[in-house]
């Protein structure tokens, strides 16, 4: 007997070659195009293409050799097409797969990663007026906050470098962009009591990095959750102690936090039984998830809402400090003056003191963010969904249930088609374009993704960036400076390679 398993134990390498090459050939997807040689039977080289940082590259490239959808695994396919592609997989019944479950926050799911449509439809609810465009333009709480934020903070900081250095000293302004929005975020999310300082208390400066640092289990995570797993069972970490120790340290934080908002929440309804003017988001999930009976303790309702307030912090403030480092360095690029002009021209014309209403209309600015959103996508995906039962057609295919599908916005945007020179920066196109020309930008351009499920914080987001562009470019000149690097990384959250985007800063010159 054990000479036969000594005899069978080669034989399991064929049978399991076997078994793949039966699965190929019987699957609808052998007709896909495959990204890579070894695609149709395994994952691994995606997985290397993902850990390596150059998995959008890499799609992008088969796309362009082989079409709007390709095969990047044995069970996941690549879209990069709008009719039977994005609009089916986005706009209808395909649900998240588990992977997401692994960026659960305090064990809890929050409503980007929830699984089910339902799920995130219930949750979204809860929020949709509060993160509505309507609100985050006429929100006396976020207006007060962002002009105290920029006039006691932000732009103070700008003024003692551009005073105290010259113009070709290098700022890391990636990580005060950061510092600001974070500022803002969080007292909007908790309130006008919250009293985070982000920007000026260095011991909460230093924490940026801790953010920084617990965002980068995000590829163990999501990516390889099984081997993640696996490698547990043995004793074995993937994700280092350092970063898993930062996670802890940020959640203990923001749960700080929603322990400080509901004590001044109780405590304000039992003095005077009266609730918030203008409730903020701990206070509207913290009231609406306690009347569910989906949470059995105090501590689980405690958690679960600050999950969801920890995702909406970390998505706020990262991808919006993105978009404005970006714009910041295109707008100091000495070919890009023009529009700078026409941007000021704009700005001037407005008078003191702008609303958020004026801000929004203004041409141009509105094409410097859009422009920068779609060169510089903040989250550039692949945003996975699960083909529902009966299956799907994408681009003429057939793709059974049960597919992982995707489509991402690094891709999307590269369209030549679409956007002639799709590499170049060129805001102008998105004043030029008129009629058809312009509507499909418009469906090209994916930043905040599209259907029921795209970024409930897109407004919120705009809002942000499309103030400070104006504060800044009032008052300041930015130069690009021979330690100025832009290389993004590119994923849910496309951050600059080092966390760092170096510019200098100078008063504007008349």
């Not at 929830?114 to 609100?135: G, P």
């Not at 100025?484 to 800063?505: A, R, W, Y």
Request: proline fraction near 7%; hydrophobic fraction near 40%.
């Amino acid at each position: 007997m054990p000479h036969l398993f000594i005899l069978l134990v080669p034989l399991i390498p064929l049978i399991y070659l076997l078994r793949l090459l039966y699965q190929h050939y019987r699957s609808p997807l052998t007709l896909i195009p495959a990204a890579h040689p070894t695609a149709p039977f395994s994952s691994l080289h995606l997985l290397y293409l993902k850990h390596q940082g150059v998995e959008h590259k890499a799609r992008l490239a088969a796309h362009e050799r082989l079409g709007p959808v390709i095969r990047v695994a044995p069970n996941e396919v690549s879209v990069n097409c709008i009719e039977d592609g994005v609009r089916t997989i986005y706009g209808g019944a395909f649900e998240k797969g588990e992977w997401y479950d692994a960026l659960r926050n305090f064990g809890h799911p929050y409503m980007f990663i929830m699984q089910t449509n339902a799920q995130h439809s219930l949750r979204k609810r809860i929020l949709t007026h509060f993160y509505s465009n309507s609100h985050i333009l006429t929100s006396p709480s976020l207006t007060s906050t962002i002009t105290s934020m920029f006039h006691t903070r932000y732009l103070p900081q700008l003024h003692n470098w551009a005073s105290t250095s010259l113009p070709s000293t290098p700022h890391n302004i990636y990580r005060l962009n950061k510092a600001l929005f974070l500022d803002i975020t969080t007292h909007f999310l908790f309130g006008p009591s919250h009293t985070s300082n982000f920007i000026s208390n260095p011991p909460e400066t230093a924490l940026l990095q801790t953010f920084e640092l617990a965002l980068s289990r995000l590829f163990w995570s999501m990516d390889a959750p099984h081997l993640t797993r696996l490698a547990g069972r043995f004793g074995y970490r993937t994700i280092p102690a350092r970063v898993s120790a930062a996670q802890q340290e940020v959640e203990a934080l923001v749960l700080s936090w929603c322990s400080k908002s509901k004590e001044r929440i109780l405590s304000q309804e039992k003095e005077n039984g009266e609730k918030e003017a203008e409730p903020s988001a701990y206070n509207l999930l913290y009231t609406s998830l306690s009347q569910s009976s989906m949470y059995p303790t105090a501590q689980d309702l405690d958690r679960a809402v600050a999950a969801e307030m920890l995702d909406n912090i970390l998505a706020s403030h990262e991808i919006t400090a993105i978009m404005l480092t970006y714009t910041m360095y295109e707008l100091s690029r000495p070919h890009n003056t023009p529009i700078l002009h026409s941007l000021r021209a704009e700005i001037a014309a407005l008078g003191p003191d702008p609303t958020p209403q004026q801000i929004d209309t203004l041409p141009h600015l509105a094409a410097i963010v859009h422009e920068t959103l779609r060169v510089y996508p903040a989250s550039s995906g692949p945003f996975t969904r699960i083909v529902p039962k009966g299956g799907t057609v994408l681009g003429g295919y057939k793709v059974p249930e049960g597919t992982i599908v995707a489509a991402s916005a690094y891709t999307l945007h590269a369209n030549e088609e679409v956007f002639p020179g799709a590499g170049e920066w060129v805001a102008e196109r998105w004043l030029r374009a008129e009629g058809e020309e312009k509507r499909r930008m418009g469906r090209w351009w994916w930043a905040f993704g599209s259907g029921g499920r795209m970024c409930v914080g897109s407004h919120l987001a705009l809002r942000m960036i499309k103030a400070a562009v104006v504060a800044v470019y009032s008052e300041f000149d930015t130069v690009v400076v021979p330690e100025t690097k832009i290389e993004q990384i590119p994923g849910i959250i496309s951050h600059p390679v080092g966390h760092s985007v170096m510019l200098g800063i100078k008063m504007r010159e008349s």
